[in-house]
């Protein structure tokens, strides 16, 4: 057995402090010499310096119960004990890097701790820089075979120590070595091939019994051989043949050295033990038997050996040659180094150098530019640069993260920017709501103090609007819609009560101290002038915040527009035009409200036109050159709030105005008001509301709804008065013709030539006329009777009252049907049922009786019309409302083709008493046709002055049929026949008499066809 070679005692590494051995003592427990050997150490290191947590072991032995070289939250056992060994038993540095190492060898059922001493030597990183040692080396072969912990190599030891790069390294193919294929080898092959072929014949000569013999002869003598061998060498126990045989350790020593047998035997006579001479010569046999069987074994290996030392001397000389090329070659490139290459790498060094301090001079000026954020923003915020504030924070915020990370000097100043942000935003609010408040609560004056004011300030209001907004967009704020709402809710609210307050304290009548109640309760004592103007103030008061509004409207529109990217840049953007042009305007419309009280705002006023708020956007502002700040979406969300802020404005206007006419109408104010009266206040709410509706483009309900109720109640009085004075009238007209006043006469050409239902103005009706015969309808003449004159022009009382309310026009539309019904029924029970005779006392109902009311009916159908189209552009149920004026005129014209009847059934009752008198005699013309002529003679007089040209000879055609077949049916009573004869004659002659006097009447020449047809189905006898 070989022994392991020492160089020094095995315990003589010292502890470098006491010069004992390290594990001789417990630096922790102060044991001083308590440890025989390393392994009891180890014991009382793992027994009472070592804790189990879960399957790791934590070391404990150091200062604090903390191992400094341990890893705390533990190892495994095997790790564990190779670290007692590492860095308690023995020194760290000297078993890493082989000093002194440390082998854990399993003996039975304990450890025995063996040093593995090394000659080797770390070399000096000065003397040994350019010579190759082992530790340049990727993979350690020797560490890892040697490794006496082991049983075999672990597959994974390179990975598990230094990473798989470490084992895996590929190995690139010598560009000085070929490349080596089967050409290589074809010259050997045919250099041999004859001999192979010679000698594969010379064996095939054999004979199988040859070959058999010469194998069993061989074998036999091996297997004899082999035999001797294996009993000599069974004479030798054993444990000499184990690879981990080692006299160090105490079990082996004595089993090879029993000492109780030495001890147990007797002495000799010459005093020697007899066992100890037994011993030695056993282990001397043992030796000379393992030096015989060693010493053939290498005479028959004799000449390999000796081969083998031949190559290796051979190997050692090219190996000398090769170190000897390989310095003179590490000679070339150190001097090649030292010319060329560090030089270069000194100038690569330089500028790397060079940039690196440029970097460090431009990190210094940006932090010296970082350093200046904080007055930078404070001198932006007090020019209103909210904008380029904020963006000046999220630059440096950037700045911060990316290229000044880690600078201890600025660790606070990202939260201090981002609170500084948070004050932004809180003074943004602030600032609009300041803004809004004061704009909309400035004094409302005259439009050029208006424009002095506005020239007198140092920045114009409309560019800090527009710094506020920016930077409210900028942080994706977009609640200064609901600011500017809320803002001017306020103010309508004030300014409304501002206006009450003002018209109470300037009553005449009105003791405002005395009045012990509410505003509402004093507002109510305010007669209908003062209120009337008192509601106009309101509403005018009304429109200039919702002016003001429109401004805001349009400024922030604008500034939108911007911010969402839809202006081309570099372009002047006007966010409000307000020219010098737009204030005469304005000044003109202010004029002409104060000289008419009932216009609440000037008819050209445009919304926006106030000098509020003009602003452009020029390539020199700097909010040309902002970018795209919001997106599409919210683009539109926040125009369309917009939108709903103008008109919830309104709305909010609307309420308070209703809230101040219900207020005032708790005690009937209102329904006390007289027709003129209700009509202007109708008009001043109207003009309002429309004005209303064309600045927020959406129609209002609640104040046109209080109106609509209040207008209800006045129509119910309206037609109540108008049906009840009809009535009174139709029951006190005597129905004779009536004189036609002038004013009436232009009533109706002022509607012919307008085309609409309207009175005309008191001024341009000439009074010094005389009234007329007849009223003159588009050069048409009507005789008519005075109620229907009062009737038309109450029809034209409707229509204009539908104008100044026009959200009644259904209701009133019904009224006035309802009007012309009862107009229509009560003349058919008068005239034609003869209701006049008992209620004026008439003692018939006269032929003219009834052509007056035919004519009088007449003139009504032609205004029927007139109201249809008047009422048209007003109704929102049409259909069914004009299908009922249609139904009122078919009831005119019944009525109408009813009285005519009546006509003709006069007269065809008068010619029948006179035709079944009348006889075929002497004298001629008969006084029957005499009688009859006068009759229609006179009927004709009465009628052609009062009823139209064709609707006359209607009635007198069919009187002359009626005629003449009373006349035939008279013919064939008297059974006279067209014979020619003297009765013939005597009829011919009253018939040429009766056609004479019918064509004398104006208008009915054409009538008579020939009254011949009397003779029709006459036989001659």
Same mark, same amino acid.
Do not use: W
């Given at each position: 057995m070989a022994s392991v070679p020492y160089n020094i005692h095995p315990w003589s590494h010292l502890d470098g402090n006491s010069g004992s051995p390290q594990w001789k003592k417990c630096i922790v427990c102060c044991k001083t010499g308590a440890f025989k050997l390393p392994t009891e150490f180890a014991h009382h290191l793992r027994n009472f310096h070592c804790s189990k947590e879960g399957g790791s072991?934590?070391?404990?032995?150091?200062?604090?119960?903390?191992?400094?070289?341990?890893?705390?939250?533990?190892?495994?056992?095997?790790?564990?004990?190779?670290?007692?060994?590492?860095d308690h038993v023995y020194n760290g540095s000297d078993y890493r890097r082989g000093g002194v190492g440390l082998r854990m060898t399993q003996m039975g059922h304990g450890h025995m701790i063996s040093p593995l001493v090394s000659g080797r030597k770390e070399p000096s990183i000065v003397e040994d820089q350019f010579r190759w040692t082992i530790y340049d080396a990727s993979v350690n072969l020797p560490a890892v075979l040697n490794d006496p912990r082991l049983a075999k190599r672990e597959t994974d030891f390179f990975t598990k120590t230094w990473g798989e790069a470490f084992e895996k390294k590929d190995? +690139?193919?010598?560009?000085?070595?070929?490349?080596?294929?089967?050409?290589?080898?074809?010259?050997?092959?045919?250099?041999?091939?004859?001999?192979?072929?010679?000698?594969?014949?010379?064996?095939?000569?054999?004979?199988?019994?040859?070959?058999?013999?010469?194998?069993?002869?061989?074998?036999?003598?091996?297997?004899?051989?082999?035999?001797?061998?294996?009993?000599?060498?069974?004479?030798?126990?054993?444990?000499?043949?184990?690879?981990n045989f080692s006299l160090e350790n105490p079990e082996t020593f004595c089993a090879v050295f029993p000492w109780t047998q030495v001890e147990e035997s007797k002495p000799d006579k010459n005093g020697n033990r007899q066992s100890c001479k037994l011993l030695q010569e056993k282990l001397s046999h043992y030796l000379d038997t393992v030096e015989v069987h060693i010493g053939e074994q290498i005479s028959k290996r004799s000449e390999a050996f000796f081969h083998a030392m031949t190559s290796h001397d051979e190997l050692q000389d090219y190996m000398q040659v090769t170190c000897r090329a390989i310095k003179q070659l590490r000679d070339k490139i150190h001097a090649l180094e030292e010319t060329l290459a560090k030089g270069s790498l000194k100038i690569l060094k330089l500028t790397r150098?060079?940039?690196?301090?440029?970097?460090?001079?431009?990190?210094?000026?940006?932090?010296?530019?970082? +350093?200046?954020?904080?007055?930078?923003? +404070?001198?932006?915020?007090?020019?209103?640069?909210?904008?380029?504030?904020?963006?000046?924070?999220?630059?440096?915020?950037?700045?911060?993260?990316?290229?000044?990370?880690?600078?201890?000097?600025?660790?606070?100043?990202?939260?201090?920017?981002?609170?500084?942000?948070?004050?932004?935003?809180?003074?943004?609010?602030?600032?609009?709501?300041?803004?809004?408040?004061?704009?909309?609560?400035?004094?409302?004056?005259?439009?050029?103090?208006?424009?002095?004011?506005?020239?007198?300030?140092?920045?114009?209001?409309?560019e800090k609007l527009v710094a506020i907004v920016l930077g409210m967009l900028r942080q994706r704020d977009f609640e200064f819609v609901d600011v500017i709402r809320d803002e001017a809710f306020t103010a309508l609210k004030a300014t409304i009560k501002q206006s009450v307050i003002e018209a109470v304290a300037t009553a005449d009548d009105v003791d405002a101290e005395g009045i012990v109640g509410s505003l509402a309760d004093q507002m109510r004592l305010l007669n209908y002038t003062e209120w009337m103007n008192m509601l106009k103030?309101?509403?005018?008061?009304?429109?200039?915040?919702?002016?003001?509004?429109?401004?805001?409207?349009?400024?922030?529109?604008?500034?939108?527009?911007?911010?969402?990217?839809?202006?081309?840049?570099?372009?002047?953007?006007?966010?409000?035009?307000?020219?010098?042009?737009?204030?005469?305007?304005?000044?003109?419309?202010?004029?002409?409200? !104060?000289?008419?009280?009932?216009?609440?705002?000037?008819?050209?006023?445009?919304?926006?036109?106030?000098?509020?708020?003009?602003?452009?956007?020029?390539?020199?502002?700097?909010? !040309?050159?902002?970018?795209?700040?919001?997106?599409?979406?919210?683009?539109?969300a926040t125009v369309q709030g917009l939108k709903k802020m103008l008109c919830a404005v309104c709305d909010h206007a609307h309420d308070r105005c209703v809230k101040l006419m219900v207020a005032r109408a708790k005690d009937g104010f209102l329904e006390k008001l007289s027709s003129n009266e209700f009509v202007a206040l109708s008009k001043v709410i109207e003009g309002f509301v429309t004005e209303c509706e064309r600045k927020c483009g959406r129609r209002s309900t609640s104040l046109r709804g209080s109106l609509l109720n209040q207008a209800n109640r006045f129509v119910d009085r309206f037609h109540d008065e108008r049906k009840t004075k009809l009535s009174l009238i139709l029951d006190n007209e005597r129905w004779k013709q009536a004189d036609v006043p002038a004013e009436f006469q232009e009533m109706v050409d002022l509607i012919s030539k307008s085309g609409k239902m309207q009175l005309p103005e008191k001024q341009r009706i000439d009074l010094s006329k005389k009234p007329a015969e007849f009223i003159v309808v588009n050069g048409e003449k009507f005789a008519v009777v005075g109620t229907v004159l009062m009737l038309?022009?109450?029809?034209?009382?409707?229509?204009?009252?539908?104008?100044?309310?026009?959200?009644?026009? +259904?209701?009133?539309?019904?009224?006035?049907?309802?009007?012309?019904?009862?107009?229509?029924?009560?003349?058919?029970?008068?005239?034609?049922?003869?209701?006049?005779?008992?209620?004026?006392?008439?003692?018939?109902?006269?032929?003219?009786?009834?052509?007056?009311?035919?004519?009088?009916?007449?003139?009504?159908?032609?205004?029927?019309?007139?109201?249809?189209?008047?009422?048209?552009?007003?109704?929102?149920?049409?259909?069914?409302?004009?299908?009922?004026? !249609?139904?009122?005129?078919?009831?005119?014209? !019944?009525?109408?083709?009813?009285?005519?009847n009546k006509l003709v059934a006069i007269m065809e009752g008068l010619t029948e008493s006179y035709v079944i008198k009348w006889d075929a005699k002497a004298p001629m013309p008969s006084s029957c046709f005499r009688s009859v002529c006068k009759q229609m003679t006179k009927f004709h007089e009465v009628i052609i002055d009062v009823l139209p040209q064709h609707q006359v000879k209607v009635i007198f055609q069919r009187i002359h049929k009626s005629f003449v077949n009373l006349l035939r049916h008279q013919l064939l009573t008297l059974n006279v026949i067209n014979d020619g004869g003297p009765q013939t004659g005597m009829v011919n002659a009253d018939i040429v008499f009766y056609e004479n006097n019918i064509k004398s009447l104006k208008g009915v020449e054409d009538v008579i066809e020939g009254m011949q047809s009397v003779w029709t189905n006459q036989v001659k006898s």
């Open positions: 072991y934590v070391c404990r032995y150091g200062v604090n119960e903390v191992c400094p070289s341990l890893p705390l939250e533990g190892v495994s056992d095997k790790d564990y004990e190779d670290h007692v060994a590492r190995v +690139q193919p010598s560009p000085f070595l070929p490349e080596i294929n089967g050409s290589h080898f074809e010259r050997y092959l045919g250099k041999i091939s004859d001999k192979y072929k010679i000698h594969a014949h010379g064996i095939e000569q054999l004979s199988k019994q040859q070959i058999s013999d010469r194998l069993h002869s061989g074998a036999l003598k091996s297997l004899k051989q082999l035999e001797k061998n294996r009993a000599d060498l069974d004479q030798v126990p054993k444990i000499f043949m184990l690879p150098s060079r940039t690196n301090y440029v970097k460090l001079h431009n990190k210094l000026k940006l932090i010296s530019t970082v +350093q200046q954020t904080q007055p930078t923003i +404070q001198l932006l915020l007090s020019t209103n640069e909210f904008v380029g504030a904020l963006d000046l924070i999220s630059t440096t915020q950037e700045v911060l993260a990316q290229e000044l990370a880690g600078i201890h000097s600025f660790r606070h100043l990202g939260s201090q920017l981002a609170e500084l942000e948070k004050i932004i935003d809180m003074m943004l609010r602030a600032d609009l709501v300041k803004y809004v408040t004061a704009e909309l609560n400035r004094p409302i004056t005259d439009l050029q103090a208006l424009a002095d004011e506005t020239a007198a300030l140092s920045v114009s209001p409309q103030n309101v509403f005018h008061n009304i429109l200039v915040i919702v002016n003001r509004v429109m401004a805001f409207h349009t400024v922030v529109r604008e500034v939108i527009l911007i911010a969402a990217g839809r202006t081309r840049k570099g372009a002047d953007v006007a966010l409000l035009q307000s020219s010098d042009e737009t204030l005469e305007e304005n000044k003109d419309a202010e004029d002409e409200d !104060d000289g008419d009280d009932d216009d609440i705002v000037p008819s050209d006023a445009e919304p926006g036109h106030e000098p509020l708020l003009h602003v452009s956007v020029t390539p020199g502002n700097a909010s !040309d050159d902002l970018d795209v700040m919001i997106t599409e979406s919210e683009y539109l038309l022009k109450m029809m034209v009382e409707y229509c204009e009252c539908v104008d100044n309310i026009p959200a009644a026009a +259904q209701d009133i539309l019904g009224r006035l049907i309802d009007l012309l019904k009862t107009f229509n029924s009560r003349t058919c029970q008068l005239v034609l049922g003869a209701g006049a005779l008992q209620l004026v006392g008439l003692k018939t109902i006269s032929t003219k009786n009834l052509a007056l009311a035919s004519r009088c009916l007449q003139l009504i159908v032609r205004y029927v019309p007139y109201i249809k189209d008047h009422f048209k552009p007003k109704l929102y149920d049409k259909k069914h409302t004009l299908k009922n004026l !249609d139904q009122i005129s078919k009831d005119y014209m !019944d009525h109408i083709d009813e009285i005519s």
